[in-house]
């Protein structure tokens, strides 16, 4: 097609302005997801975990400041990371649609904008604590696949200049069939990059891995019928997989098979250990109903279950080691580098405290960290619930400052006593007389030994409680509340084992754990 440039002393049309806009934000999605698309594949053949998306995710997860993670945590729950990406989709491509703009009558804007992408993406990906120099490639190419789409589109705009050609940078008409032409191949190519990526990335899945444990048979009794409650709307004495809450750093699940699993347990010890999954699946196992909680719950919240664990007992293993006794912090490591860090005394003083492979009867699920993670009753998951694990060091709190440790969170951390009221939820409309009001109840290793609830700020009335399985479980409640018409507030509070009460003072979780008592209004006709 022949193009006629524009003289230079005339002014483009607007039309022709909106033409170049739009052309340009074209070059620039397609270029970027060219880019993204081959590091992608380049990814999916080297690891996954360094493609650049993914890379900058987890680095603004580690960069995030603590408010925002709060704000992003209460406000999308276990979404938080699937908003994270789609935001950075977002950001991307934004910037990309400029820099296309930009670099349809300025290329060297798009070749720079190109190489910051791709610098930003080396950065993330050497930011992770296991990085080396291999994980910055996937960006690498992924840019110089980008600035080669750039420049064929540039060559689809306009032809080569020749000698003396004093045209202006963009000419009044543009290229359409070979522009469009190579729009569809750049489209076709990033998506056919990203897919083939993708399935080279399905190397390192574990599906395969977890569907082929064999575990042992149970070797504990099933709780009692009557550590539950016939209540509808009440929580389910054991919480399924599959709704399990799910809160940890790791944007992208880390894909570890247990046949290429080990556990290393050093530092501060008489002598190294060093397990495979076979190994430790071969030692003394305990199967035990425990509660988990995360320090992020508010009162009220959904960020806490109750789940049935197997695993090998942590004390017999550092027993073996050999601890010394100056080593009072234990750090566990994920397969991710995450870190915790849990207090020895803790994990060695009998309670079942343990590295467990299997939950509710089945494998540990891939997010919730297969093969092997650690669980530790009366401890918040952010000191001790590490998911993936595959290193345990004996330090001590003065050499060692784990990954929430170092941004503002309480060293030690156990579980406050915290009482929650399930049904009716807030807001609902009720009819007048007999309303069972339920919820659970958590102190993990303390346990609950009285419940109680109150109307409109009277008296406390006490709550029947389920019988409880261990004082690592949560309790059921139930308050059979004879309801009058009009609008009530519910408030419910627990006592612990050892007789202390739910603290009533209102706190945030940050930095140790929420505090205060659940609260609810309700319409009764």
């Not at 720079?112 to 190419?141: C, E, F, I, K, N």
């Not at 247990?258 to 305990?286: C, N, Q, Y």
């Amino acid at each position: 097609m022949a193009e006629t440039p524009v003289p230079p002393a005339e002014a483009p049309t607007s039309a022709s302005s909106s033409a170049h806009v739009w052309a340009g934000i074209v070059v620039g999605l397609v270029c970027a997801g060219v880019a993204i698309g081959v590091a992608q594949l380049v990814a999916g053949i080297m690891d996954p975990s360094t493609a650049p998306i993914v890379a900058v995710g987890s680095a603004a997860i580690d960069a995030t400041p603590e408010w925002l993670k709060s704000f992003a945590i209460r406000t999308f729950g276990s979404n938080d990371k699937t908003v994270l990406l789609a935001g950075i989709v977002v950001v991307l491509a934004i910037v990309a649609a400029l820099i296309g703009i930009a670099a349809i009558r300025r290329p060297r804007v798009g070749y720079v904008g190109l190489a910051v992408m791709g610098v930003l993406g080396v950065a993330a990906s050497l930011s992770r604590p296991d990085a080396t120099l291999a994980d910055a490639l996937p960006s690498v190419v992924g840019a110089l696949a980008g600035a080669l789409m750039l420049r064929a589109f540039l060559m689809a705009v306009r032809p080569p200049a020749t000698d003396g050609d004093r045209r202006p940078p963009v000419p009044a008409g543009l290229g359409r069939r070979r522009f469009m032409l190579t729009g569809i191949a750049g489209a076709v190519a990033a998506v056919a990059a990203g897919g083939a990526g993708r399935a080279f990335a399905r190397r390192f899945d574990a599906d395969a891995s977890r569907a082929a444990i064999r575990l042992p048979s149970p070797s504990a009794t099933p709780a009692p019928a009557t550590v539950g409650l016939d209540v509808p709307g009440l929580s389910p004495f054991v919480t399924p997989n599959d709704v399990f809450y799910r809160v940890d750093t790791a944007l992208l699940v880390p894909a570890v098979k247990a046949e290429d699993w080990s556990l290393r347990v050093h530092g501060m010890v008489d002598r190294e250990v060093t397990l495979t999954f076979e190994e430790l699946k071969a030692r003394p196992l305990i199967e035990r109903d425990v509660t988990l909680t995360c320090v992020s719950n508010e009162v009220g919240g959904e960020y806490v279950g109750n789940a049935r664990w197997l695993g090998t007992p942590l004390k017999d293993l550092l027993e073996e080691a050999g601890v010394d006794p100056a080593a009072d912090q234990v750090v566990s490591r994920s397969a991710d580098g995450f870190t915790a860090g849990s207090p020895t005394a803790v994990l060695m003083d009998g309670r079942d405290a343990m590295l467990a492979i299997a939950m509710n009867g089945e494998p540990l699920p891939l997010e919730h960290g297969f093969p092997v993670r650690m669980v530790v009753p009366g401890l918040y998951g952010y000191v001790s619930a590490t998911k993936w694990v595959v290193d345990l060091e004996l330090t001590t709190f003065d050499a060692f400052d784990a990954y929430w440790i170092r941004r503002g969170w309480a060293q030690e951390a156990p579980i406050k006593t915290q009482s929650r009221i399930d049904t009716p939820r807030g807001g609902a409309g009720v009819p007048a007389g007999a309303v069972p009001v339920a919820g659970v109840a958590w102190a993990q290793h303390r346990g609950i030994s009285a419940v109680e609830l109150r109307v409109d700020g009277g008296d406390w009335m006490p709550a029947e409680l389920s019988e409880e399985d261990t004082v690592d479980t949560w309790r059921q409640w139930l308050v059979r509340w004879d309801a009058t018409p009009g609008d009530h507030r519910l408030q419910v509070r627990a006592t612990d084992g050892t007789g202390a009460m739910q603290l009533e003072d209102v706190a945030p979780p940050f930095p140790d754990g929420a505090t205060g008592y659940h609260t609810v209004t309700i319409s009764v006709s």
